[in-house]
């Protein structure tokens, strides 16, 4: 089938940042329908970005990433800043993602593997906070300075209906991923390294400990394909934190995302960051 070619690159109004490679490699097959590139595109000479075009929905959306082997906000910003000057006309930029999910099974917050997680304001909290943005005072405590802006309202009132949507009937996102692998197959086959496709891992692979337990991960030597046991195999069961059994379907969480420039992959430094947070907007978040 041919690949479409829109004329004027002003057609595409949507802007997608990624920072990995295996997050670009998402956004790109959920797309509705890939494009050429637009044939009235100019891209700004100190523009360093690659662009995926294509449409999802009624939006024709421009796709790009951070360069490889960098993250934080301050690539973030870099890309977001070359996209604008070559595209000018955006109206609404996203950064989209994985992310280290928080659980406070106490507020009946519980976050499971491939859970989808939307941005929103809650209270004087604007959706985003930079939870490293700020000084270390002389009692060693953190302080927060400054504030992001929060989503244009047409977002907000877009987002509103939405979830109204899915009061009434279940997302389509379970259609879309299965729709994703059928075009894709080689996306549900585990990659390089014992690294996972994109699909389901499984309940046994989406276990929950205390922050304080270790994670141990023991390669496999006995030539299984994946060349790992599942996940957190080898770590301390007597740390992991029960949880009832849930539908496999991804759930959709509304509320703060915490952003910054460092990758959290331990559980004491994350529940440090949500305590930061809650003390700079208490009952917020």
Not at 64 to 88: D, H, K, N, Q, R
Not at 91 to 116: H, S, T
Not at 136 to 155: C, H, I, M, N
């Amino acid at each position: 089938m041919a690949t479409p070619q829109l004329s004027d690159s002003r057609q595409y109004t949507v802007g997608i940042i990624t920072a990995l490679d295996k997050e670009l490699a998402a956004a790109m097959a959920v797309l509705d329908e890939k494009h050429r590139k637009p044939q009235k595109f100019k891209k700004h000479p100190k523009d360093t970005n690659t662009y995926t075009w294509g449409r999802i929905g009624e939006h024709n959306v421009v796709i790009a990433s951070l360069a490889a082997g960098s993250y934080g906000t301050v690539s973030a910003a870099t890309t977001a800043s070359s996209m604008i000057s070559s595209l000018p006309h955006i109206r609404f930029g996203l950064m989209v993602g994985i992310g280290a999910g928080v659980p406070r099974l106490e507020d009946k917050i519980d976050i499971r593997l491939g859970d989808v997680v939307v941005s929103q304001p809650t209270g004087t909290s604007p959706g985003v906070v930079q939870y490293d943005l700020g000084k270390l005072k002389k009692d060693g405590k953190f302080e927060r300075v400054g504030q992001l802006s929060a989503p244009p309202d047409v977002l907000l009132k877009g987002l509103q209906a939405l979830k109204a949507e899915h009061l009434i009937e279940d997302s389509q996102i379970p259609t879309i991923l299965e729709d994703m692998v059928q075009r894709y197959p080689k996306m549900k086959e585990p990659g390089e390294n014992g690294a996972s496709g994109f699909i389901y891992q499984g309940i046994e692979n989406d276990r929950l400990f205390m922050a304080s337990s270790i994670h141990i991960d023991i390669p496999i030597t006995d030539g299984t394909a994946s060349g790992h046991d599942s996940a957190c195999a080898h770590c301390d069961s007597t740390k992991e934190i029960k949880r009832k059994d849930r539908s496999s379907k991804p759930a959709i969480h509304y509320g703060v995302i915490a952003s910054g420039n460092s990758v959290i992959k331990d559980g004491v430094s994350r529940d440090e960051v949500l305590q930061r947070l809650e003390e700079s907007h208490p009952g917020n978040l």
